[in-house]
């Protein structure tokens, strides 16, 4: 067997035993840090204006079956900024997995000086398929992957808590509220188990053009490690983004470069590496469109920290 073939073998086995062991299951994105509206419904029109985004991952690069996310969101506000409504859709597929996710978010916002308070719900479905045809199994009548495909759509609900000011924000949110499990209860099941997941960041005035942003978001899944990215980004001129992340220290480390045109269209571009021995060639690439829009009312379109 091929070195590719073993390394591509080993991502893959991993990522199973990850997902049935009630790990991360969630999609993954590492440019959240302006469109946490994915991880948190309270942050749905918190900016007060009219945003599409787009982000698209390509993990591990060269192994076959790598996971290939995908994700459209949109969001807006009414009653003069007070109330946000959003949609998320997301494609995600790894392997023999193909699974998408649809929902639709709302948020109450409580402004007080310069801070904003947002408590945010969201309501949609899972939909998971596994075809079990295009695995070829050293052992054809392994019971674990009996019939031809597992598939199932389930009803899922999540909350979240997002505040906001000029220089801060701190979020805590379980966007998948609702225990499920998919398959026949004897030969198939895969479980998806209720996340959580808190963020916050700061932004310090290194100087008149440098500005810099950490920031620590913190995963936990229900009988799984606590998983966590830590960020370190700046600000230059108020235009470009550049820095550095590691997610558990030992596990993934990368870049994210960012390009703000007028305060209207952001570009990015997002590199990892795994800091497994042996894996290190298999790249992981992310690239993000957003457009903020001042469409009626009280909204409006401004620098975002």
Known sequence: MTNRKVATALLFVCSLVFFNSHAQQDPLFSQYHFNQMVLNPGYTGIHGNTNVSVISRLQWLGAEGSPFTNSLSGQTTLLNNKVGLGAIFVQDKLGVANNFEAHLTYSYKIVFGNKTLSFGLQSGIVSVKYNYEDLT???????????????????NFGAGIALLS???????SSPRMLNSEFGDGVTSNLRYKRHYYGSFA?????????????SVLIRAVEGAPVSYDINAMLLINNDIWAGAFVRDLKRTAGLMFQIDFNNTIRLGYNFELPLVPGLLQYTTHEVLFSIDLGLWGEQDVYQRY
């Open 137 to 155: 199994l050293k052992t054809q009548d392994d019971p674990a992957f009996q019939g031809s495909s597992l598939s199932g759509t389930k009803p």
């Open 202 to 214: 700061y932004l310090f005035d290194v100087n008149s053009v440098l500005k810099l942003k950490p």
């Open 166 to 172: 000029d220089r801060y924000f701190i979020g805590i």
